[in-house]
């Protein structure tokens, strides 16, 4: 044990050192977080100096403005190094470095996760994306024939289906919301959550952000609302980890999962479960475990043999995010936004999807242009000027999603906004 616990310090040594000596913590990145440490996180949220230092730390295309951010975001190449380094070391001999040294320190990345949501480290569960996540609580729950689940049309697919399978499997009964988008209307919104709770509801799912649209609910009261009514309340947080500036229990919850390749730019297939400490218990884990009606968190780890390169650089994506500051890279996601949109806002034939109130979105905002099919802007978008963006064609919600991140410059904008104003025009 102590051997490892050493090996463990002497690992997270040189991880430091490489990442000082490479770029999150360069003499051009520490000269830019002293330049604007008196900066409020508006001001360095239009500081194009500061972020053209973060752009470089990351490996993106030249010849692709990628504005598809919300569906996987790239890692700095930090990030990219850390699991480069990490498979080397377990290629030198596997089963060693693999069970007896990485798996074994993964309570020091529990405990940066937990930093970063604000909770206990006993809630926190790693895993591979949000869908393994709440799948876990979907299929983990005890219900019986006739109990009611809430959720709308606009939820994710993924977490849609493994409803309408346990529907299908158990006899429970899915009821439907559906969702009128853009609102700013907080009453609208809880009644449409809180309206068709019954004595036989066990549970309501809310999307911490509708991905369609960006479009962020009010959570909290959300779940005030439906926990005074008594079912519990399981949150799809995908898109809002390392998106903007929040602690998950202050969202009222009883459980939340997230993925923390998006907006976190951790390594390609990582995520997190939150479960509230008191509700672990009845959770049975998506995949066995020795004790799987136990009360500790770890239950939920049981993958076998997993990418642990993976896994374990999630840890330098945290602090790369930590370095920048959770609310400077949310001012600077909002400002994106807001920077676009205000060019092509008063355009003729131009549609907004999403809210520009800050409460109700902040990076991604969809849109559409009368007359024009939303594949073929998206197509328009590529072929013409090699930007990324991706049509959405769900439900109610016809448009094209736009998710810049922390590494696009307001240039790159630009050419965006050009682009949709010749359109409508």
Same mark, same amino acid.
């Given at each position: ?285 998506? %995949? =066995?475990?020795?004790?799987?009606? *136990?009360?500790? &968190?770890?239950? @939920?780890?049981?993958? #076998?043999?997993?990418?642990?390169? $993976? ?42 999807? %999403? =809210?520009?109130?800050?409460?109700? *979105?902040?990076? &991604?905002?969809? @849109?559409?242009?009368? #007359?024009?099919?939303?594949?073929? $802007? ?48």
């Amino acid at each position: 044990m102590q051997n490892r616990r050493s090996f463990l310090k002497k690992l997270s040594a040189s991880a430091a050192f490489i990442s000082l000596s490479d770029i999150a913590l360069s003499a051009e990145f520490e000269q830019q977080l002293k330049r604007v440490k008196q900066f409020s996180p508006d001001q360095v949220a239009a500081d194009e100096e500061f972020w053209a230092t973060i752009k470089n730390a990351y490996t993106v295309s030249s010849g692709i403005i990628n504005l598809n951010n919300g569906g996987v975001s790239p890692s700095p190449r930090i990030v990219q190094e850390a699991v480069e380094r990490y498979n080397k070391m377990c290629n030198e001999a596997p089963s060693y470095y693999m069970w007896q040294i990485l798996d074994k320190g993964r309570e020091n990345l529990r405990g940066k996760l937990a930093d970063l949501a604000g909770c206990s480290a006993e809630e926190i569960a790693i895993n591979r994306n949000t869908t393994e996540g709440l799948d876990n609580i979907i299929f983990g729950l005890d219900f019986k024939p006739g109990d009611e689940i809430l959720l709308t049309k606009q939820d994710y697919p993924n977490m849609i289906n493994a409803w309408k399978q346990r529907e299908k499997r158990n006899g429970i009964v899915l009821k439907w919301i559906e969702l009128d988008l853009p609102t700013e209307d907080e009453n609208y919104l809880i009644k449409k959550y809180t309206e068709q709770i019954t004595s036989k509801t066990r549970l309501v799912q809310v999307n911490h952000i509708i991905n369609w649209t960006g479009h962020i609910n009010p959570v909290k009261k959300i779940a005030d609302a439906v926990h005074a009514k008594g079912p519990e309340v399981m949150i799809d947080g995908a898109h809002t980890f390392g998106h903007f500036d929040f602690k998950i229990p202050e969202l009222g919850g009883d459980y939340y999962a997230t993925s923390l390749h998006k907006w976190l730019s951790a390594p390609f297939g990582s995520g997190m479960l939150w479960i509230k400490k008191e509700k672990i218990h009845q959770v049975w884990p998506l %995949t =066995s475990a020795p004790e799987p009606e *136990s009360d500790n &968190i770890r239950k @939920f780890e049981n993958l #076998g043999t997993r990418s642990f390169p $993976i896994e374990h650089a999630i840890a330098t994506a945290v602090d790369f995010h930590n370095m920048i500051g959770s609310a400077r890279k949310e001012a600077r996601l909002r400002y994106l936004k807001d920077y676009w949109v205000k060019q092509v806002n008063t355009s003729p034939k131009f549609k907004l999807n %999403t =809210s520009m109130h800050p409460a109700y *979105s902040c990076a &991604i905002a969809n @849109f559409g242009i009368e #007359g024009m099919d939303c594949g073929d $802007i998206a197509v328009k978008l590529f072929n013409d000027h090699a930007i990324h963006t991706v049509s959405i064609n769900w439900e109610n919600i016809h448009g094209v999603r736009v998710a810049p991140h922390i590494y696009t410059g307001t240039a790159e904008l630009d050419i965006l906004a050009d682009a949709v104003k010749k359109m409508c025009a």
